[in-house]
C-alpha cells in the first residue's frame, strides 16, 4: 500500500493544517486588497506628509524580510492589549505585506485610465470619490487581475512563515506529522498536493476573469512580484 497506516491516520492533522492556510491565505489576500487601496489612495493625497508616509510603508514593507515584519507585529500586539494571538499577527503581517506590492500593481495600472475620462465625468459633475469608485478603480482592478492573481499565489507560499509564531499551518502540520511517522517523502507530496488544491482553482479563476475583449485590454503593470 502507497500510504502506510501511520500516515492515513495522520491526515486529519494535514486537513486542519489546510485549513488554517486556506484561511490564513484568505485573510492576507483581503488585509492585502484593504492596506493596497489604502496605500494608494494615499500615494495620490494632495499632501504630501500623507504621500512620503504611503511611500515609507511600501519601501518597509518592499525591502525588510517578512520574518522580520512578523515578528514585528508578533511583539508589537501586547502593546495595544492583543497578546496571546499569534493568528492575528500572521494575517495582519501577511496583509501588509502583500498589501505594499497590491499598491505598486494597482498604482502601474493606473495609466489605462485616461484624462480624458476623468475630465469627461468631470463636466458631468460627478464627485472625486464616485469617480475613484465607478470609472476608475473598475478599470484598474480589471486589468490587474493577472498580477493580482500571481500576488495571491506568494501570499499562499508565504503563510508557512506563521509557523515561527506557533500557527499550525499547513507545513508545520506536515512537519509534525513527518516527526512522528518518519515518511517524509509521502507527507511533503501530500502537503505539496495541498497547496496546488487551492492555487489551482484561483488560477483558472484568474485566467476566466481576465478574457475581456481585445479593445478593453491594456499593458499590464511590471511592479508585483515576480
Do not use: C
Amino acid at each position: 500500500m502507497w500510504l502506510s497506516p501511520q500516515v492515513i491516520q495522520s491526515i486529519p492533522s494535514l486537513i486542519d493544517g489546510w485549513m488554517m492556510t486556506v484561511a490564513l491565505t484568505v485573510l492576507g489576500a483581503i488585509g492585502s486588497l484593504i492596506w493596497g487601496h489604502i496605500a494608494l489612495a494615499m500615494q495620490l493625497a494632495p499632501l504630501a506628509p500623507v504621500r512620503w508616509l504611503a511611500r515609507l510603508y511600501i519601501s518597509f514593507m518592499r525591502g525588510t524580510p517578512a520574518l522580520v515584519q512578523l515578528f514585528l507585529v508578533f511583539f508589537s500586539l501586547p502593546l495595544l492589549g492583543l497578546g496571546g494571538r499569534p493568528l492575528l499577527a500572521a494575517a495582519l503581517t501577511l496583509g501588509l505585506n502583500s498589501g505594499a506590492y497590491t499598491a505598486e500593481i494597482l498604482r502601474g495600472n493606473l495609466r489605462i485610465v485616461t484624462r480624458g475620462q476623468i475630465e469627461a465625468a468631470t463636466a458631468l459633475g460627478m464627485a472625486p470619490w464616485r469617480i475613484a469608485a465607478r470609472i476608475v478603480m473598475p478599470q484598474v482592478l480589471r486589468t490587474s487581475i493577472p498580477a493580482l492573481i500571481n500576488e495571491f499565489t506568494i501570499l499562499l507560499k508565504t503563510t508557512p512563515l506563521a509557523s515561527v509564531v506557533a500557527v499550525t499551518e499547513l507545513t508545520y502540520a506536515g512537519q509534525m506529522v513527518i516527526a512522528r511517522t518518519y515518511t517524509s517523502s509521502q507527507i511533503m507530496l501530500m502537503v505539496s498536493l495541498g497547496y496546488l488544491a487551492v492555487v489551482l482553482p484561483v488560477l483558472a479563476l484568474g485566467k476566466h476573469l481576465t478574457r475581456m475583449p481585445r479593445s478593453a485590454a491594456a499593458p499590464l503593470a511590471t511592479t508585483g512580484r515576480s
